[in-house]
């Protein structure tokens, strides 16, 4: 989605915009465009496409301190350099970046086009720079907020005008914007990763409040004016958490992050003597935990997955009756919120529109949702009741895949506590944590096969469909695989219950579809190797992701991938490792943009 980032301070605030709009690329983008303050004027620069042809086209004369910049993501108008923002205001004194999209654009189009005002662009946005240069009379903030009242939709903006140099005026309302405060110099961003190489310090905005910055002060307030006392916060990610360290990808060296990541995740998590796990940001007293006699869990896109596997795992291994189910979905069907329910929100980014909405939408009803988020001080992590952080590190491809694997491990751990409170002996605890922590060495043999990989990866790239296939909690492990082939290789892709197909999806098989199967060592492996046999009667390839030493599942399949025997719980894990790594190398084959795929945000911060 869109990233903002301003500046103001000693620095040449270009260089520094620019850099910004170079971290915040991953979140995927279209158009970029920046805005400096020169003496007594503002001056704009913009660029359809990356971030390398906007720094091409900067010269001498883009030398001011204070500037904003801006990555855009269309939602309205079309992509073109015209569209891209900063938009100025007809005088050419006023600039603003905008996140977020203002619903009452049309209205507020029409009533300033009859006063005079040429727009010219087609974007939502252009609207606000008129409207604030329209109520400038004494001071930037009076503008701003009296044009904040007459929007309807969501922003993040950041304003600046070439009447009061050195100011950047902020206001967020259901897209974030953070500060980042410097020793002499002050940031504004969407996303803490722009402002990282300069400063750890950062304050988050909440919606409804508005901020500006000078060189040496921010200060916070509402939009009536009433001063909101901020804390400062520290940035606990390293900058060359954010570098690409040697990969080519993010997303290679996310996935062979894993090992470590998981490990971060339960790590000082485990309570030996008692055998079970100990979450301290639940805000949840053990009554309350004992308590609870249902959890739905909710989440998009691929933490809808984790959320889906949790819901085995917790009804599994706790006992605990548990649903997952979109995000999107639960918002608008007017969910029924039970007493002794408890919700779960799952979100890598902590800002999805649809996962936040929803979990405001349920704690509306009463219900207490926790927070499962991987972006500390996220609109989720700060908006749910309790939670706890994966400790993934950033990650930095739009697609998912340590985040993923981290939100399980909460997932586990989840699962462990829960059934130690209720039916799990202590013996049973021990044997979970011995299971758990060999995951992270048998990820690592996982991805010691690369090579074997990418030698099957090449062989099926030029597939047109292709199926996942997977029972019981290997169903959304196969989803997973699926979405993850699609997002950055866009081969179609589909996954199902290994059951399912023969209720439909068989009738795709055929010598030029293949199908990865999923196949575990527990009571389903007989019926999903029935499943294998009616594709192979129909002339299907299949590759089999299967346990090492399953000599019947490499003989029935074209192609194998082994990981190594585990319990029959944390086949999720070792199983969705080969798949990442499948997509990976087949998007690497088509010679994709695996970091940034078309069409794709890293946060979805609209509906
Ligand atoms: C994952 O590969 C996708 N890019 C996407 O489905 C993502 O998981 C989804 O948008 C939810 O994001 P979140 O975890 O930040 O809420």
């Known amino acids: 989605m869109c990233g903002i980032i301003g500046y103001t301070g000693p620095r040449n605030a270009a260089d520094v915009l620019v850099e910004g709009l170079k971290r915040l690329e991953y979140r995927g983008y279209d158009s970029a465009g920046i805005c400096i303050a020169q003496s007594d004027s503002l001056k704009v620069l913009k660029r359809a496409g990356k971030i390398a042809v906007l720094r091409e086209a900067l010269d001498d004369q883009f030398s001011g301190t204070t500037g904003i910049g801006h990555t855009r993501w269309a939602t309205h108008g079309e992509v073109n350099e015209t569209n891209a923002h ?23 189009k029409q009533g300033l086009e009859h006063e005079g005002v040429t727009f010219l662009t087609t974007t939502d946005s252009e609207v606000i720079a008129h409207l604030i240069a329209k109520h400038y009379q004494e ?99 390293e900058l060359e958490q954010i570098e690409r360290q040697g990969y080519k990808q993010f997303m290679e060296k996310e996935i062979h992050e894993q090992p470590e990541s998981i490990k971060r995740g339960f790590q000082g998590r485990i309570n030996y003597d008692q055998a079970t796990a100990h979450l301290g940001g639940l805000n949840m007293s053990p ?7 249902r959890i739905r869990i909710i989440g998009a896109g691929t933490s809808y997955h984790a959320a889906m596997i949790g819901s085995y795992l917790l009804e599994q291994i706790a006992r605990i009756p548990c649903s997952a189910e979109l995000s999107s979905e639960i918002r608008y069907r007017n969910p029924v919120v039970e007493p002794k ?11 999805t529109a649809d996962t936040l909405s929803a979990m405001r939408e349920l704690q509306r009803k009463g219900a207490r949702v926790l927070g499962i988020c991987n972006v500390v001080g996220s609109t989720i992590a700060r908006e749910s009741d309790g939670g706890v952080y994966l400790h993934s590190g950033p990650e930095i491809a739009v697609a998912s895949t340590k985040a993923f694997t981290s939100q399980l491990t909460i997932f586990y751990l989840l699962s462990l506590m829960f059934a130690r409170q209720r039916h799990y002996s202590v013996d049973e605890g021990q044997q979970f944590i011995q299971a758990i922590e060999k995951v992270p060495e048998q990820i690592g043999a996982v991805l010691a096969q690369a090579q074997q990989i990418q030698d099957i990866a090449r062989r099926y790239s030029g597939a047109r469909n292709v199926l996942f296939l997977g029972r019981g909690k290997l169903f959304p492990v196969a989803l997973e695989g699926a979405l993850k082939l699609k997002e950055i290789s866009y081969i179609h892709a589909e996954g199902c219950s290994a059951a399912e197909i023969k209720h439909g999806p068989i009738a795709l098989i055929n010598e030029e579809t293949p199908s990865v199967f999923l196949i575990g060592d ?86």
């Open 287 to 293: 009554q309350e935990l004992r308590e609870v006699e």
């Open 86 to 108: 900063p938009h100025l205001d007809s005088k050419e004194e006023f600039s603003i970046v905008h996140n977020g999209i203002i619903e009452n654009y049309q209205q507020l």
């Open 341 to 351: 329910s408890l919700y779960i929100a799952v979100s890598q980014s902590g800002e």
């Open 522 to 607: 527990d009571f389903l492996r007989e019926k999903v190797l029935s499943n294998l046999k009616e594709v192979k009667a129909r002339k299907g390839k299949v590759i089999a992701i299967a346990v090492e030493g399953d000599q019947e599942v490499a003989d029935l399949a074209d192609d194998v991938i082994f990981v190594p025997h585990a319990w029959e719980c944390m086949y999720p894990y070792l199983m969705v490792v080969p798949l990442q790594m499948l997509s990976f190398y087949c998007a690497l084959e088509l010679g994709c943009n695996v970091d940034q795929p078309r069409n794709l945000a890293k946060s979805v911060t609209v509906e």
């Open 139 to 237: 001071s930037l903030e009076q503008a701003v907020r009296d044009t904040l009242f007459l929007l309807k939709g969501t922003y993040g903006i950041a304003v600046m005008s070439s009447r009061e140099p050195g100011k950047i005026v902020g206001a967020r309302n259901g897209s974030p914007l953070v500060i980042g405060v410097g020793d002499g110099e002050m940031f504004l961003a969407s996303d803490v990763t722009a402002v990282l190489a300069y400063t750890k310090q950062v304050v988050y905005l909440n919606d409804g409040e508005m901020v500006t910055i000078t060189s040496r002060e921010f200060r916070t307030q509402d939009l009536h004016e009433r001063i909101v006392q901020k804390q400062i916060e520290l940035i606990d990610w």
